[in-house]
C-alpha cells in the first residue's frame, strides 16, 4: 500500500496542515511556489473556520500568526537579497 502525501488534501494530514503550518515551510519535498499555495489555501481555511464558528477566535488568531510567520520563511527562501552570507547590498 502506498503511502499517500502527507500535504493531500484528501487525507487525514489536512487538519495537521490548518495547525502546522511552519511544517509546510520546512518541507523539502515542496517548491517555494507549492509552499505558499498551501499556506494561502491553510489561511483560507483557518478564515473559514473562524468565520463559521467551528473554532475559537482565539486559536484563529493564533493559527493566522502562525501561518504569516511561515510565508514570511517560504519568501525568505526565495529572496535574491539573502543577507546570511555576507553579501550585503550597498545602501543608496
Known sequence: MAAEHP???????QEDMIINPLGV???EDLSI??????????????GQRGADGTLDPG???R??????????R???QSDPADTRGG???PDA
Open 7 to 13: 500535504y493531500a488534501a484528501d487525507n487525514d494530514a
Open 87 to 89: 553579501d550585503r547590498r
Open 25 to 27: 515551510a520546512a518541507s
Open 59 to 61: 486559536l484563529v488568531s
Open 74 to 76: 517560504v519568501q525568505s
Open 33 to 46: 511556489e507549492e509552499k505558499l499555495d498551501r499556506l494561502v489555501a491553510m489561511k483560507q481555511a483557518v
Open 63 to 72: 493559527q493566522m500568526q502562525d501561518i504569516d510567520v511561515a510565508m514570511a
